[in-house]
């Protein structure tokens, strides 16, 4: 089902270049296809054409905008296997939930095309004293301008979808850089944008590797980078210069279960299971770290252990397969190694740690010191960690503890306990009755803390890439002026 080359586009057109990029099947580790990558010259000609599409792009009216996105969400759904087959090989991604993201990626650009006609600004009310009589004011968005942006590899059509519909919606041109193991997903969006009216030069989608990508974090005629990945972010930021920056850069995200889940532990371990394993752990908002109640800590985790042994691992392209590869077998050997350290000075692994490849079994371990990497740092993989708390301000102070301040989450039938959790907890999202991992596509989603600034979610992402322009206008004949 895949094509066995894949052209970049470059001011919206298809190139083929010399140049090619190998695209691994995660499960099998074949090549699976092969993609162009532009050559320096190209970067500069995709950047010198967003920064000339910027007026056609803010004249490109709101309901023209809709119907590109409109145009997506057709094309798209009418691709949806074709979508979830190329997510599954180029990420290992279990088909399932494959087919869930590509669901995502309509969900994004329907919620997109939705905004793009409802940019609004307001009337001010300016005449707070005898000096102001007679001055109204008023805002309006307007698009910021040409934009890049960095993408990772583990979500890589929603998490795309996240920058490129709201930039087609703000009226901003764009050159976005994927994730180099994970292009294609972005080249068949490629594809469907091509087929629209965007102005020339609107858009271009650029394989590259890191050497090669400094342009789109350097170059002055960028109003706005958005980079989604690792702690990287935060050097690239250094690297920006005058434009505005959001990042999104990970997570340790943990999970509070109080006292009063006892007789909900069936249906709060299926959330956490869910929560620690699906994609492989390989999610920002992963479950890293359980604290559990130490009345119910015991029957939780015989649950958990009992649930996690049971998980299906193996060829992604299985339906019923629930745990695929890591991305590659460098990723699960950290992770192994991490495992392994925090055992040599205490831990218990409960279950998992196995690994064959870049595949390794579902892991839950207790025990473990939290300065150690396994519990401080970002694991993006199969395990999750599990201590007992006594006190609710315990367990509030163990969530905080971590650099990290993606999404947390608390299960718990006590309104002051949740609404604790949201005033205390340092995170961008606190997700009551749920674990870190859920999110709708609608929501502002970002982090505090090492996990980035900014917020992500349509809307959200529509203002980041517009301007809020002010007009004063003073009622005419008014015969005083104000000074």
């Known amino acids: 089902m895949l094509d066995a080359h894949y052209p970049c586009y470059i001011a919206n057109k ?43 792009m803010r004249n490109f009216k709101p309901f023209q905008r809709q119907a590109v996105l409109e145009h997506c969400v057709r094309r798209f759904t009418e691709r949806r296997d074709e979508l979830a087959y190329a997510l599954c090989v180029e990420a290992g991604k279990p088909i399932k939930d ?186 920002c908002i992963s479950v890293q770290r359980i604290y559990a109640h130490e009345s119910i800590y015991d029957e939780l985790r015989k649950r958990l252990v009992n649930a996690a042994k049971k998980l299906k691992t193996g060829d992604p392209k299985k339906k019923d397969t629930f745990l695929g590869p890591m991305v590659d077998e460098a990723a699960a050997k950290r992770l192994e190694g991490w495992i392994a350290d925090a055992r040599k000075h205490g831990a218990k692994v409960l279950c998992g740690v196995n690994r064959k490849g870049n595949m390794l079994d579902a892991t839950v371990v207790e025990g473990v010191n939290p300065d150690l990497d396994l519990s401080r740092r970002e694991a993006f993989g199969p395990v999750v960690l599990l201590a007992p708390y006594r006190h609710f301000d315990d367990a509030v102070a163990a969530v905080n503890a971590s650099d990290f301040g993606l999404q947390a989450g608390i299960f718990t039938q006590d309104l002051d306990h949740a609404m604790r959790a949201w005033t205390e907890l340092e995170q961008g999202g606190v997700i009551v009755n749920d674990v870190p991992s859920f999110r709708v596509d609608s929501m502002p989603y970002g982090g505090v803390k090492s996990s980035g600034i900014g917020r992500e979610g349509v809307r959200y992402a529509i203002d980041d890439m517009s301007d809020l322009r002010l007009m004063v206008m003073r009622e005419s004949g008014w015969a005083s002026p104000a000074g």
């Open 14 to 56: 298809a190139v083929t270049t010399k140049t090619r990029m190998s695209v691994i099947d995660k499960y099998s580790g074949e090549v699976a296809s092969e993609v162009s990558v532009p050559s320096d010259a190209q970067v500069e000609k995709a950047i010198a054409s967003a920064a000339a599409a910027a007026p056609a």
């Open 98 to 283: 494959s087919v869930g993201e590509v669901t995502r990626l309509i969900e994004t650009f329907k919620i997109a095309a939705e905004e793009a006609v409802r940019i609004n600004g307001e009337t001010l009310n300016l005449e707070i004293s005898a000096r102001t009589a007679g001055y109204h004011g008023f805002t309006r968005r307007v698009p910021l301008g040409p934009v890049s942006f960095i993408t990772p590899f583990n979500f890589p059509l929603n998490l795309v979808a996240h920058k490129v519909a709201p930039a087609i919606a703000a009226g901003c041109p764009f050159v976005l850089k994927p994730a180099e193991r994970t292009p294609l997903g972005s080249l068949i969006i490629g594809q469907v944008l091509a087929e629209t009216d965007l102005p020339k030069g609107a858009f271009s989608v650029l394989p590259l590797d890191g050497a090669h990508a400094g342009p789109l974090v350097t170059d002055d005629r960028f109003r706005l980078l958005s980079f989604t990945g690792s702690l990287l972010g935060w050097d690239l930021r250094a690297r920006a210069g005058k434009k505005k920056v959001t990042l999104e850069l990970g997570g340790n995200a943990a999970c509070i279960v109080d006292h009063t889940q006892a007789g909900q532990l069936g249906a709060v371990v299926d959330r956490l299971i869910f929560g620690a394993f699906y994609q492989s752990g390989q999610s």
